[in-house]
């Protein structure tokens, strides 16, 4: 079955240390995205990829980065600079060359916390 | 700036009670609508979505919501709730010009009493 894989569910990031959170899909599509997710604030939009070698900042790029190296990995990591990382981290795909009104799924998130 | 509102953070409704869940959104022109679900620990789940035509449109799960553009609403609804609607539902809205990303509402706890 085509889907979207974040592994791994949960991760712990030491005070100073850069982690790495996976987001794999096998559905072929385009476009993917990275959300955090905090209590009662919604998601939002940290990084997103229109197409491979390109992506562009989101609302909160802020202490983040990522990759596009193959159409079906965005890998985002979390860098020391981001001073506040704990958070549910949601990865999204969508296909945009069917017209900018496409869904975007979701894999089941990451959990990561501060030791 | 475009953004979502869904006014009620937390929402009880009875077993097999009715549901409303409102969604408004502040943006100029007809926006691409959508509602999701999640489950506590899980990704979301698509429920629906609206492009054009038919405002009253049909969901999973048997959810509909209705595109009211004079009010700028979209909101989510069920005749009848089963336990195990009990979930967030978030309400996500994009727009042409913004390419294919969506603004997502800060979503609405739903709680079912038995």
């Known amino acids: 079955d085509g889907g979207i894989t974040q592994s791994p569910k949960y991760l712990f990031r030491k005070e100073g240390q850069n982690v790495t959170l996976s987001c794999e899909q096998n559905l072929n599509h385009d476009a993917m995205y990275w959300y955090r997710q905090d209590p009662g604030q919604g998601l939002r939009l940290i990084y997103y990829s229109q197409i491979v070698n390109d992506f562009q900042k989101g609302d909160i790029a802020e202490g983040y980065s990522v990759s596009r190296e193959k159409k079906e990995s965005f890998p985002l990591t979390v860098t020391s600079a981001q001073k506040n990382p704990t958070a549910f981290y949601l990865c999204a795909s969508s296909n945009p060359g069917r017209g900018s009104n496409q869904p975007q799924h979701f894999g089941d998130g990451t959990r990561l916390s501060i030791l | ?114």
Not at chain 2, 1 to 18: K, L, M, N
Not at chain 2, 23 to 42: H, R
Not at chain 2, 52 to 60: A, F, K, M, P
Not at chain 2, 95 to 106: I, P
């Open chain 2, 1 to 114: 700036a475009q953004s979502v509102t869904q006014p009620d953070i937390h929402i009880t409704v009875s077993e097999g009670a009715s549901l409303e869940l409102r969604c408004n959104y502040s943006y100029g022109a007809t926006p691409y609508l959508f509602w999701y679900v999640q489950s506590p620990g899980q990704g979301l789940q698509l429920l629906l979505k609206y492009f054009s035509g038919d405002t009253l449109v049909q969901g999973i799960k048997g959810f509909e919501a209705e595109f009211k553009r004079s009010q700028s609403s979209f909101n989510l609804r069920k005749p009848s709730v089963h336990w195990s609607d009990a979930a967030e539902y978030f309400c996500a809205v994009g727009f042409m010009e913004y390419g294919n990303k969506l603004v997502f509402g800060a979503g609405t706890i739903l709680r079912v009493k038995s």
